[in-house]
């Protein structure tokens, strides 16, 4: 027996000095270079450290592979968190168990394949329990727009994005997409916590998304991913900041600021949406904040400030379903809880039936129409308050005869067509304790107890609500520690978000000669100033950074005259291009383009705003490429004369739903002699949740223009959703119509004066052509 015991003593003992043994020998190598990365990666056990060194690693596709354990994993890092940088033609690819990734920075260049980062290395190796941390992507864009990618895929299950920064994505695709595809990828529990998702230029159309979590075809499937205190900070992609398209997802506690979208509940049942902040301005109307589709899901005590956008992107938009809708589409809106939020400074923040269209059955198959209302869908314990025009708190665009109302307070009167004794109007006082952040003076607590709503244990900021309750997302009193947004708790340590702003250097010119040197030279957002007198300029002036050129004498233009230039357009808007004419007079010789963009590789948004200048003798005023995109063409107090063609920006044909600028303003301005093309801008396909672009024609003249337009249309703005024309003059222009306005989304002119310059159309409803 003796011996037994001293045999197991033994065994024991020199086991244990084996498993520390095994323990001393995990590694931490420092690699140089990607033949080292391979090495390290191929010998990596649980617990190694992969050091890559500081520097620029170009043209990498690093494949991390391994197998780690939930107490040692495999760690692939940066020698120094940030200084380790990833360009060109490089991404990353994951595959194995408890492996994490942090400190690296993605920057000037963009990914081969279709992801930058993916937890998935090849057909047989995705990821599980891994983490991607402390990580930075930034304008890692593809040179084409129109190529699609993605900077974050999550495959596998429990794998984590977090304590990330990733901004600038101006290509088609989603900046996060969660794949379902496969019972290896459901009831994931993936984890995008604590990022900073930076800003997302708009791109004019659909596939802008920043986070997408599964797709139609997995939309019934169970995901269970969770997104949570993440920062969104301007991110205007498109409608959907994030699409949530499958089931069981959470959204907790993140805080979107000034976001063009909304958060989408796209397709898939039972998401939870709880202690979100929604901040709008007073700017736009297109900031939004939650949109439901589908059912089961709850919404509870989220903070909504000024966002005043309507129908898709109002505060709440409860969307009509199609009757027995195919995946990709809308279903019905049933058993959803909206309970204990706060609408502060939201004109309209109820709007139901959103996508109503029985009106529409002439331009739309029977498939397309959505007709089925909100069906079990309760409303309870929601605050109002408005300081102005609160007084119409619901929009309906068809029956709510399946929504119930309960203990919801307003301050000021309902005056909306819904009516319900559960729309309480009462006379209460808010504090302001920040900018955004306004609090009742004293808690409501007479609240409805609705099914299950015990579930919801605590408010905005963390109150108990079993102690205390009451109407709306935050109880009293307020710690005033948990209140303030501290923007460094989101994304990396190491990261510094606010860029200082370099002052502007005013640069003095008397010579066309030494101008294109100038601009070249100049930085970002410098001023060249002109002296008066003409300039001669005999090659195309690349402007690939903002720049201002003004003339010195604010009496007299100063004169580019571009008439010997034979090498392509007076201005050639490259990506990041921002043009800003000031009291300048443009001469051309009618071949050349006075503003084109590059034919290809428009990666990025440019800018052009003419001011208080004159533009005369070109083939064409602004001139863009397929693919290219402009967020804002601004016309002010300026003379286009005896040109050929006039601003175009329609060379989005496919009717996808995407266009060339989203913002197309002329005020104060003059068109003399312009031949056809006098205005060109197009959205063509059925996107209708595409609430873009915007033209704006105000206190403006159009004489002698469109002689050579084959449509006989002077202003040409088919598919183009805000339009005003307003306060105009029409004259001798010879054409049937100055433009075709489109009933349905409002557009009517105003206050014009027309002579001899045909009329304008109204078309209630527009036959497009459908993309899905």
């Known amino acids: 027996m003796k011996s037994k015991l001293l045999y197991y003593l033994c065994f024991f003992i020199l086991y244990s000095i084996s498993i520390s043994c095994q323990k001393s020998v995990v590694s931490s190598v420092l690699v140089h270079n990607i033949d ?3 090495n390290a990666v191929t010998n990596a056990k649980a617990g190694d450290e992969i050091v890559l060194a500081n520097g620029i690693w170009k043209d990498v596709e690093l494949v991390f592979k391994g197998k780690g354990t939930s107490d040692n994993p495999i760690k692939l890092k940066a020698e120094t968190a940030g200084e380790v940088f ?19 920075y993605f920057r000037n260049g963009y990914t ?16 599980n329990n891994c983490k991607v941390t402390n990580c930075v992507i930034e304008d890692y864009t593809q040179p084409i727009k129109e190529d699609t990618d993605h900077w974050v895929e999550f495959w596998g299950r429990n794998n984590e994005l977090s304590n990330c920064y990733l901004a600038g994505k101006s290509n088609f695709g989603p900046t996060i997409r969660v794949f379902l595809k496969g019972n290896e990828h459901i009831n994931n529990y993936h984890k995008i916590i604590n990022n900073y998702f930076g800003p997302r230029p708009r791109k004019g159309g659909p596939h802008g998304e920043t986070l997408q979590i599964g797709d139609s075809g997995t939309s019934m499937t169970p995901s269970n991913t969770i997104v949570s205190n993440n920062y969104f900070d301007r991110c ?46 007073d700017n736009s109307n297109f900031i939004g904040g939650i949109r439901v589709i589908n059912t089961g899901h709850w919404i509870t005590n989220n903070y909504f400030y000024k966002i005043n956008g309507s129908e898709f992107r109002s505060a709440l938009a409860v969307m009509n379903g199609i009757p027995k809708s195919p995946l990709n589409r809308y279903n019905q809106v049933t058993d959803v809880v909206v309970a204990y939020n706060s609408y502060i400074n939201c004109k309209s923040p109820f709007n139901f039936s959103v996508g109503a269209n029985v009106d529409k059955k002439d331009v739309l198959p029977a498939s397309e129409i959505r007709s089925e209302r909100p069906e079990r869908t309760i409303v309870a314990n929601n605050l109002i308050y408005n300081e102005t025009n609160g007084e119409y708190p619901i929009v309906n665009y068809d029956k709510v005869d399946g929504v119930t109302f309960k203990n919801n307070l307003i301050n000021s009167d309902n005056k909306s067509d819904v009516k319900s004794d559960g729309i309480i109007t009462k006379n209460f006082e808010v504090n302001k304790l920040l900018d955004w952040l306004y609090v009742p003076t004293q808690n409501n607590e007479d609240v409805h107890v609705g099914f299950d709503f015990d579930t919801i244990k605590t408010d905005l900021f963390g109150n108990v609500r079993k102690e205390s309750n009451a109407v709306g997302a935050i109880l009293l009193p307020v710690n005033e520690n948990k209140i303030k947004i501290n923007k460094k708790a989101y994304g990396p340590n190491w990261f510094i978000v606010e860029k200082v702003k370099q002052e502007a250097k005013i640069i003095n010119v008397s010579s066309g000669v030494n101008l294109q040197n100038e601009i070249q030279n100049a930085s970002s957002g410098d001023i060249i100033v002109l002296n008066s007198g003409v300039y001669n300029v005999n090659q195309s002036l690349v402007i690939n950074k903002r720049i201002t050129l003004k003339s010195a004498d604010n009496t007299s233009k100063t004169t580019l005259n571009f008439i010997e230039n034979k090498q392509g357009a007076a201005f050639q808007m490259h990506p990041k291009g921002n043009l800003i004419l000031e009291n300048i007079l443009l001469d051309g010789n009618s071949n050349q383009d006075a503003i084109a963009t590059l034919d290809k590789n428009m990666s990025r948004a440019f800018n052009i705003w003419i001011k208080n200048s004159e533009i005369n003798n070109f083939k064409s005023v602004l001139k863009v490429s397929k693919g290219s995109f402009a967020d804002t063409v601004y016309v002010a107090k300026s003379t286009i004369k005896n040109c050929i063609n006039g601003i175009q920006l329609a060379e989005e044909i496919e009717d996808k739903g995407d266009y060339n600028a989203e913002f197309l303003v002329v005020k104060d301005s003059k068109f ?38 084959e449509t006989n249309i002077l202003i040409k703005s ?32 105003l206050n014009n004066t027309i002579s001899n310059s045909g009329k304008f159309e109204i078309q209630q409803n527009l036959k497009l052509k459908l993309m899905y």
Not at 86 to 104: D, H, M, P, R, T
Not at 244 to 262: H, L, M, Y
């Open 36 to 38: 080292e990365y391979n």
């Open 86 to 104: 990833i360009e060109g033609a490089s991404n990353l690819k994951i595959g194995g168990k408890y492996l994490e990734v942090s400190g690296l």
């Open 112 to 127: 081969p394949s279709e992801t930058v980062i993916e937890f998935f290395a090849d057909k047989e190796t995705f990821a």
């Open 236 to 281: 205007n992609g498109e409608v959907e900041i994030i699409s949530s398209k499958s089931n069981n997802n959470e959204f907790r506690n993140n805080i979107f600021f000034e976001c063009e979208g909304s958060l989408v509940l796209r397709h898939g049942n039972y998401s939870t949406i709880d202690g979100n902040i929604f901040i709008g301005n």
């Open 672 to 709: 003399e002699g312009v031949q056809k093309n006098v205005i060109n801008y197009y959205r063509g396909g059925y996107d209708e949740s595409t609430i873009g672009g915007n033209l704006e024609i105000t206190n403006s003249e159009f004489t002698n223009c469109g002689k050579l337009e």
């Open 718 to 749: 088919r598919g183009i959703v805000n339009v005003e024309i307003s306060n105009n003059k029409f004259l001798n222009n010879p054409v049937k119509l100055i433009a075709i306005l489109w009933g349905e989304k409002g557009q009517k002119p």
